[in-house]
């Protein structure tokens, strides 16, 4: 007798096929979950657009999420009807009250702050937040790099499937390439020992793993930083070795600028905003930031010229100081 499976089960299942990231999954069965609770486990079959609209005004009004929170929300809800119950909602024309969207100015630190923060990194971390800073990279960008992405002979690094779904190059800091060579075989012999022991595979996307069975337990295909133990796939369940966990990098990081003493509330981001407004401080064109940080609009990065401007605000003289 063949058991039906559950709707969230179903979900997962269709991610998976998909080939969406693990995150995404997590973040949509959430607030699939959440959308039926609302609804007292009612089916979605059975709700409509009322239903809809009902559960992200909620999320506005008496959750005050942001902007961001709540089309994560209605995303998901989207993908449920779409691309689970075969229901297209797009011509709904959902009208749920939308959270207020604030621009905010992002927090930058000096170049100086920047290098006392670096100064207080573990060495098991160092190498990354510099790259981070050094190249203006995402934390998951950077996590998510393999040995093979690095091109010491053109001197480039190559981000693939980034958040803007475009893959760009960025030039390799020549001050970390030694650093990064001595990476580079500290994976290479970490790697050696996993085969030894019986593990040695990596996570590939579902397709390449489909196409390149054996790819996963190449050297290239390594993560270039890696997780200090084995751990089990939540999804195979298979034992291997992943990339550093962002929690484990952010901690690393909070506990850094704490030594250095800033009263800044540093980020992972703080490094990737930083580069950009060194980068225009140093005279380099908008065009150019663009290309480097991924961005799809030059829009997005016109904030970092908000960010200089608002810096040359403190050179105007108080009235108290004439």
């Excluded at 809809?52 to 005050?64: G, H, N, P, S």
């Amino acid at each position: 007798m063949e058991v039906k499976k559950k709707l969230l089960d179903i979900v997962r299942d269709k991610i998976r096929f998909k080939h969406y990231s693990f995150s995404t999954e997590k973040t949509y069965v959430h607030w699939i979950k959440h959308y039926i609770l609302f609804h007292h486990k009612k089916h979605p079959i059975e709700m409509g657009k009322a239903e809809i609209e009902q559960y992200l005004t909620k999320l506005a009004v008496k959750d005050r999420v942001s902007p961001t929170t709540q089309n994560q929300a209605f995303s998901a809800i989207l993908f449920l009807y779409k691309e689970v119950l075969g229901v297209d909602i797009s011509e709904w024309n959902i009208q749920a009250f939308r959270s207020q969207e604030r621009k905010h100015i992002p927090v930058v630190l000096t170049k100086d702050e920047v290098k006392r923060v670096l100064q207080n990194i573990p060495m098991d971390y160092s190498v990354i937040v510099h790259l981070m800073y050094g190249c203006g990279l995402r934390m998951n960008e950077a996590l998510n790099l393999r040995i093979k992405d690095i091109d010491f002979g053109y001197e480039k690094i190559y981000i693939w499937d980034s958040k803007s779904l475009t893959d760009r190059t960025i030039p390799l800091p020549k001050k970390l390439k030694e650093q990064l060579l001595a990476q580079v075989r500290l994976v290479e012999k970490l790697h050696k020992n996993d085969i030894d022991n019986g593990f040695g595979s990596v996570y590939l996307p579902y397709s390449l793993e489909k196409k390149y069975p054996s790819a996963k337990y190449e050297t290239k295909w390594q993560y270039l930083f890696p997780m200090k133990n084995i751990s089990k796939d939540p999804r195979t369940h298979e034992k291997r070795r992943h990339h550093i966990h962002p929690q484990t990098l952010g901690r690393n990081i909070k506990a850094a600028s704490q030594k250095a003493n800033l009263n800044k509330r540093v980020t992972s981001h703080i490094f990737r905003h930083s580069y950009a407004t060194h980068l225009l401080q140093a005279g380099i064109d908008l065009r150019s930031i663009q290309e480097l940080l991924g961005h799809k609009s030059v829009e997005t990065t016109m904030i970092y010229t908000h960010v200089v401007s608002e810096m040359n605000k403190a050179k105007v003289i108080s009235p108290l100081d004439f």
